[in-house]
């Protein structure tokens, strides 16, 4: 076998199995399987190798499966946890590398096989076992408790109080500015993994820049190559506005033909992401919605067009990534002065597709 992972040891009927990935991290990605008698071998490999992949020619199906560990239930259910991946457009897949479960037979001959063949399903019948629900901590965020929600990460950054409050204006997740998004040092960014295909990011932000240098919103983000930032900024003619900023493969590009004059006072930010298409919304800070779960009671006013991000995601480079994308919050300070942008709230709505 070329194995191009650690394989996993398991022991049943008094045989050893060694369960590996091979096929790279892509579309070939695939679990194989061999067993001995003996710990040390000699290994049999299964001869129906791979005993899970991807159906190349289905590209509305799980692909880049692979990579698996084995589980057994306490009443003698077998399942499958693998990696895996959903493109939203062929080759492209936003959200990174996923987890899904498939449930095992064993043959009579003690081959190990995934229940309806080897590729991945989509729905899968859970084991006989008392289900309890994780505890799940809140999609919507009011940044009034101590400390963040276990969800949030930063980009290379401890959380301390050089760069992050919640403490010097309550009720509020402070970011003061730091470096640009093409920095891999001190950036001030916040934000939580995507995990839907169809949703709506929105937050309410408090923010005065003074120049050009200085900008904070929402973003959409996968590394310092690839990123869509709604943001607010300072122009000589048009004052306090609103654009939008998007680096394709390290291209930067501003795709307004003008930024949006805002009024004073706070302003309301949504992204509504269907698959690849991403849109952008702006209101008054002070318009008021359902806060939390519904904000269609907003008039929310579209800025620019919409846009394909499928960029965004683990496949359109030249060098291997895998995390997938990020949604949220930051702030830049060009000219050091680390100007502080107040986030009132932080809500993720997930839609349709999950």
């Keep these: 076998m070329g194995v191009t992972e650690a394989p996993h040891l398991y022991r049943r009927n008094g045989y050893y199995y060694l369960v590996t990935a091979e096929g790279g991290t892509g579309y070939g990605h695939?679990?194989?399987?061999?067993?001995?008698?003996?710990?040390?071998?000699?290994?049999?490999?299964?001869?129906?190798?791979?005993?899970?992949t991807s159906n190349p020619e289905a590209t509305d199906q799980?692909?880049?499966?692979?990579?698996?560990?084995?589980?057994?239930?306490?009443?003698?259910?077998?399942?499958c946890a693998h990696l895996c991946a959903r493109p939203v457009v062929a080759g492209r897949c936003i959200l990174g590398r996923e987890t899904a479960l498939q449930r095992c037979v064993w043959t009579e001959d003690d081959w190990l096989r995934i229940d309806g063949g080897p590729y991945p399903s989509h729905r899968v019948a859970?084991?006989?076992?008392?289900?309890?629900?994780?505890?799940?901590?809140?999609?919507?965020?009011?940044?009034?408790?101590?400390?963040?929600?276990?969800?949030?990460?930063?980009?290379?950054?401890?959380?301390?109080?050089?760069?992050l409050s919640l403490s010097e204006r309550p009720g509020c997740l402070r970011l003061k500015g730091g470096e640009s998004m093409q920095s891999t040092h001190r950036q001030s960014l916040l934000a939580r993994r995507l995990t839907?295909?169809?949703?709506?990011?929105?937050?309410?932000?408090?923010f005065q820049p003074e120049h050009f240098q200085q900008m904070a919103g929402l973003i959409l983000y996968y590394d310092t190559q690839d990123y869509v930032y709604l943001r607010v900024t300072r122009e000589e003619?048009?004052?306090?506005?609103?654009?939008?900023?998007?680096?394709?493969?390290?291209?930067?590009?501003?795709?307004?033909?003008?930024?949006?004059?805002?009024?004073?006072g706070d302003v309301r930010l949504m992204a509504r992401?269907?698959?690849?298409?991403?849109?952008?919304?702006?209101?008054?800070?002070?318009a008021q919605g359902n806060p939390g779960r519904h904000a269609d009671a907003i008039d929310w006013q579209p800025i620019g067009e919409p846009l394909d991000i499928s960029h965004l995601c683990d496949d359109d480079p030249d060098y291997i990534r895998f995390t997938g994308t990020f949604v949220g919050l930051c702030a830049q300070d060009l000219s050091g002065a680390g100007l502080a942008a107040d986030f009132h709230e932080f809500d993720y709505r997930p839609g349709k597709s999950r």
């Design 30 to 52: 695939a679990m194989t399987v061999a067993r001995s008698r003996e710990l040390t071998g000699p290994y049999e490999v299964d001869p129906t190798n791979p005993v899970l």
């Design 62 to 79: 799980l692909q880049k499966a692979g990579h698996g560990s084995l589980v057994e239930t306490a009443e003698g259910e077998w399942y």
């Design 126 to 163: 859970g084991p006989d076992l008392h289900w309890q629900a994780p505890l799940a901590e809140p999609d919507h965020d009011t940044f009034e408790g101590p400390g963040l929600h276990r969800y949030w990460q930063s980009l290379r950054r401890p959380f301390d109080d050089t760069w």
């Design 196 to 206: 839907h295909l169809e949703v709506e990011v929105e937050t309410r932000l408090s």
């Design 237 to 264: 003619t048009l004052g306090r506005c609103l654009g939008i900023v998007v680096s394709r493969h390290g291209v930067y590009d501003e795709p307004l033909t003008a930024d949006v004059p805002l009024m004073a």
């Design 273 to 286: 992401l269907e698959r690849e298409s991403l849109r952008f919304f702006h209101a008054p800070g002070d």
